[in-house]
């Protein structure tokens, strides 16, 4: 699925720094998502958003800021990041359609590491 | 609540053996479910969907109501089956939220 890329693919920080992941989809999909994957954790939701300007909360959005100005960009910003996001970030993006669910399509991952 | 719950965190099996990756899933609506695979290093992909009633790569999943379950079977396991599963259930008012269980590695050994 090469129309989800997510940059940087690897970031090592410090506390306290703000981060910004970057996620682009080129088929201009509606509905963006962010999942961090933590062992024993499987996936969990960060934020969602179901188009342009439209984001909403997931099960775990504390110290994430999303935005969606244009329906192919969804960035995550960790504001002042802590040891306990170091994670693996997934970026997804989604369309319904008239027949049937279309299943989320995911990028590469970001690994972030916090020091 | 919706919830999404894989009981086994490491499934060992031998090349040729069946396997059986479990899941389950509490929802009040109609269920939409999935199963994701992920390969060492390499991304999420969709294995299944159980409105497709396909069978990838030889695994199969049924959706079982009565019980809540939608479980993933394949006869006979490949060294390159082992990766980390995961289940995952579509809310579909929520624009089309997925929630996935913890997920269950699966490791084929020679």
């Known amino acids: 699925d090469a129309g989800i890329t997510q940059s940087p693919r690897y970031k090592i920080t410090e506390t306290g720094r703000q981060v910004t992941l970057m996620c682009h989809q080129t088929?201009?999909?509606?509905?963006m998502f962010w999942y961090r994957q933590d062992l024993g954790h499987g996936l969990r939701l960060i934020y969602y958003?179901?188009?342009?300007?439209?984001?909403d909360k997931g099960e775990v959005p504390d110290g994430y800021v999303v935005s969606r100005s244009k329906t192919e960009n969804f960035p995550l910003t960790l504001e002042s990041a802590t040891r306990s996001q170091t994670s693996v970030y997934f970026c997804?993006?989604?369309?319904?359609?008239?027949?049937?669910?279309?299943?989320?399509?995911f990028g590469d991952g970001t690994r972030l590491s916090i020091l | 609540a919706q919830r999404v719950t894989q009981p086994e965190k490491l499934l060992s099996v031998f090349k040729g053996a069946p396997v059986e990756l479990k899941c389950n899933y509490s929802?009040?609506?109609?269920?939409?479910l999935f199963w994701y695979v992920q390969y060492s290093r390499q991304r999420l992909q969709l294995l299944l969907r159980?409105?497709s009633r396909e069978s990838i790569k030889g695994f199969t999943a049924d959706l079982n109501k009565g019980e809540t379950s939608f479980h993933l079977k394949k006869p006979f396991a490949q060294e390159e089956d082992s990766a980390m599963y995961y289940c995952a259930l579509l809310i579909y008012n929520q624009g089309g939220k997925l929630i996935f269980g913890q997920g269950t590695e699966l490791s084929v050994k020679p």
């Open positions: 088929w201009s999909h509606s509905y």
């Open positions: 159980h409105i």
């Open positions: 997804a993006s989604s369309e319904r359609d008239q027949v049937a669910i279309a299943p989320q399509h």
């Open positions: 958003s179901a188009a342009a300007d439209i984001t």
């Open positions: 929802y009040s609506g109609s269920p939409e």
